[in-house]
């Protein structure tokens, strides 16, 4: 054997220990993967109901033109119409943007609510129960009715509203067609007709599917890609998140929101002085709504979708308590909590990693302990939290179409 053969044979020894080492450390790696991966039957059902996505949807039979497509060409167009306010210079759009998961990304909106409540996303809103941080609606339409009349947030009126509407070619035709009459200011019917429209629009708007969701479709069907292919520190935050945290117990099923109101020890002082009653105030104020579903504009004969409101009463612990809000597309709707008081996900599970329990003021079931997480369940609790919304930025939403009898001859 020459020395240059003895060469080459030592190299090529050296190729396949640094190739072999190579291959270990990478097989170790996949193993680790697969076994963060391997879910008991009850994760895996636990897993499991936080989808499919999107949800099945009905018409809401509150309203009569939910689905109606004048109705949604309509609504569109008054969301973004600044002339339904008393300055012409407000519109639903400026506080509910299209790019920002129909949010401002503030911490309490302009206006009405201005250092008090943050501006909630509207993407997936027809799947709500309740509608306000405090529950104040119990529908769609009359949470899209309030923020017209309300003078400090668009103060608008029958009048300014007929206004908008009347020979303007687009919105006086849509609005015929979908309400069988011209819109005037005196019908007692006009405003809730215009809140309805704007519902029908806003049930148009879901989010698209998840990195979560494509994780828990791959699951569920036995697919390796698919499950390979969610991060491994999502995972981690995904167990700590049903299990440890308990955080699905209110922040339940594919919307990850049970629909209802907790407390979470945020603080809900109002400056200069003044407390936020939360769910308290809002059962009072849908109470005393003439919009609300037990009145004469809900448009269910059956009347079965008010049989929520025809059974609430205020109760001592609904004091500070707020809805539980929905945890698709967080990346998109930060600042966080009714008060936008807690500016980054990293900072809201610090607040319950660290939980002060004195804050806690509910007499209901306490599952609410501090976690007391390292950094590193932290990180991949925010991880987590991140996969629930879409990769991608969102595209602006699509205008619905003109209806036939509306085209320009
Ligand atoms: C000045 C900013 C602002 C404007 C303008 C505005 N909103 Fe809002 N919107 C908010 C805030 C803040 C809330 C939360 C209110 C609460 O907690 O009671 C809210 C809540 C809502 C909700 C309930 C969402 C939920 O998840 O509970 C709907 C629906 C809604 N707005 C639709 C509209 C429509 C439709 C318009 C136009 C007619 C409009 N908003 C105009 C700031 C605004
Ligand atoms: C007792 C019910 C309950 C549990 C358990 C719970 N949450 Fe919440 N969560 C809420 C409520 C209520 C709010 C809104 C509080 C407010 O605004 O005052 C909230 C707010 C949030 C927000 C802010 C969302 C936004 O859009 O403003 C995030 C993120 C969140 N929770 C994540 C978690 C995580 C992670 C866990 C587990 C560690 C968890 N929650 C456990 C009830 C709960």
Redesign the pocket.
Known sequence: MTCGSIDRLLYRLAFAAAFAAAWLALTAAVCAADEARDFSAAELARIAAHGPWPLASAPDPGNRVSGNAAAIRLGHD??FDPR??ADRR???A???DPVQGFQ?GRA??????TGT??????LD?RH?R?????G??DS?WS??LR??LDPR??GGNAARVARTLRGKAGLDCHYRQAFGKPPHANDPDLLVNV?KA??AW?ETLVSPPTPFDRFRDALQRGEAQGVAAYPTAAVRGLRLFLGRGQCATCHAGPLFSNGEFGDIGVPFFIRPSGVDPGRQG?IKRLLASPWNLLGSYNDDATRDNATQTRFLRTEHRNFGEF?VPTLRNLKLTGPYM?NGSVATLREVVRHYSELDEDRLHTDGERILRPLRLTDAESADLVTFLESLSPASPLPPPAVPSVVAACRAP
């Open positions: 008054l969301f339904l306010s407000v519109a639903c400026s506080c509910h401002d309490t909106a302009r206006g009405l609510l409540r943050n501006t909630p996303g509207l809103v709500r309740w509608f306000g941080w405090d104040g609606h769609l949470a899209s923020p017209i947030e668009m809140a704007l519902a806003q809002g809805k009714h």
